[in-house]
């Protein structure tokens, strides 16, 4: 898998072929999109979706041009879409393909969690970059967080819950409803004209975020606990005692 990608651009560099450096990702994805088929393996659907991405990336970079902020915000609103798309696909196709050995590797969990982080980390920058900036309204990057947040709450409660991926769709949560609060501190620190006590009520509330940080923290925790289903822990318990039971049986036989 690797070599065809150092292949392809050895190719581009010895015949001096002029392709652009995202014909080089999207060929190299295309290439060994037929190995990640075969293959049966998440790690390889994953490295695909990174290579699609990539190529889109600079694809739009060097063929669109995009132009002041507006045309990055589009870039990762664009990006946001692959990972998310990915992400419902591979969601999608362990729900309805069905259980046999060819598809067992869709029951992996770490793919999803790995393109519902990469997917709402741009969404929730440019979100949280939107509380301080009010000259416009980022309206892609706000609908690509509420549809993330939304996507992990689904997902995670589908068939067998999903705590890792519960807490990756609270996290953006978490972020911007600090930002709008911070924003809010800033504004009444900067209306106090007398400079001691502005000092003190800075201080005052550098202790009140901390407390926010440490209450967020716990509420998460809570909303945890209180989005699994009961038994879940004892199921999962039981469900690998019962792997390593039969682990044990063919390890015997």
Partial sequence: ??????????I?????????????FVGWAACTLPWAVAGR??????????????GFGLWVVQVIGPSGDSGMRALVDGVA????????????????????????????????RVWAFAGLSGPTVLAAGNVWEHRDFFVGAWLLLLAGIALCAAAGRAVRVDRPLLGIGMLPIFVVSSSIIAKVLFEVVESIDDNFIQS???????????????????????LLRLLAPEGSDAEDKAGSGVGGAQGGGHAAA
């Fill in 81 to 112: 879409l692959i990972l998310y798309g990915a992400w419902v696909l591979w969601e999608v196709a362990g729900a309805l393909l069905p259980e046999v050995p060819a598809t067992s590797f869709l029951k992996t969990r770490w793919p999803a």
């Fill in 41 to 54: 393996m998440p790690v390889l659907w994953v490295l695909q979706s990174a290579l699609w991405t990539m």
């Fill in 200 to 222: 003190l009520v800075a201080s005052l509330f550098m202790l009140m975020g901390g407390a926010i940080v440490v209450g967020e923290g716990a509420l998460g925790l809570w």
């Fill in 1 to 10: 898998w690797l070599l065809t990608g150092g292949l392809l651009a050895l």
């Fill in 12 to 24: 581009g560099q010895t015949y001096q072929t002029g392709a652009d450096p995202y014909q080089l």
